[in-house]
Structures are given as structure tokens and as C-alpha cells.
Nanobody, 123 residues
Framework: QVQLVESGGGLVQAGGSLRLSCAASGSIISIDAMGWYRQAPGKQRDLVADITSSGNIFYADSVKGRFTISRDNAKNTVYLRMASLKPEDTAVYFC?????????????????WGQGTQVTVSS
């Protein structure tokens, strides 16, 4: 299996910045896309941003212009730089990766989630 570990969450004041990171590990052959989702209590999990292997990037309207997603393909790592943070950004942020890995000598698709990292933005 492919495992994802997020880091970088924390408590910041409105207007502050954080950088989240997510590192994938395992017998990875390739990662086609990595993205960030967030979920606040009582709300659904929403896509924040994602980036494909070709570099195509999507941002949710609510974060466009403030957040920047990037990747380091050699390290199988995706980052989310969050600037001008607002209280509405408070949520648990989850990393997701889709790709292919080696299982029993065969190429197998995977879709993995990290455990999540808490981001809290005070008013």
C-alpha cells in the first residue's frame, strides 16, 4: 500500500501563513495527481487544490489567489502554501494521491489518503 503523511498544520492568526506538506511512501511507480481537501466539523470534505503529473492545477474559488500548490516529483511530495489565511479556512486538511504502485510484482492503481492535519485560523 501507499501511505501519505501530512505535516505543517497549526494555529495561526488571520492573515498569517502556513505551508502544508504531504509525502507519499511505498513501492510507488508513479503519481498521476496529488491534491488537498479540507473538512470542517459538520461539513463535507471539499477539494481545495490539486496538481496532475503534467502540471495542470486546480484551485477552489474560495482559495484562489491565496493558496499555492506545488510538488516535488522526485520526493513524491506535494505542498500547499497558504497565505492570507481566514477563519473560514479552519478545517482538517487531507492529502490525496492517485497513481500506480508495485504489488506482488504487478502494477496496481492506488488512491490513498493521509490522516489529516488540523489548520486553525483565529479571528
Amino acid at each position: 500500500q501507499v501511505q501519505l503523511v501530512e505535516s505543517g498544520g497549526g494555529l495561526v492568526q488571520a492573515g498569517g501563513s502556513l505551508r502544508l506538506s504531504c509525502a507519499a511512501s511505498g513501492s510507488i511507480i508513479s503519481i498521476d495527481a496529488m491534491g488537498w481537501y479540507r473538512q470542517a466539523p459538520g461539513k463535507q470534505r471539499d477539494l481545495v487544490a490539486d496538481i496532475t503529473s503534467s502540471g495542470n492545477i486546480f484551485y477552489a474559488d474560495s482559495v484562489k489567489g491565496r493558496f499555492t500548490i506545488s510538488r516535488d516529483n522526485a520526493k513524491n511530495t506535494v505542498y500547499l502554501r497558504m497565505a492570507s489565511l481566514k477563519p473560514e479556512d479552519t478545517a482538517v486538511y487531507f492529502c490525496n494521491a492517485d497513481g500506480r504502485y508495485s504489488r506482488g510484482g504487478y502494477v496496481t492503481n492506488f488512491s490513498s489518503w493521509g490522516q489529516g492535519t488540523q489548520v486553525t485560523v483565529s479571528s
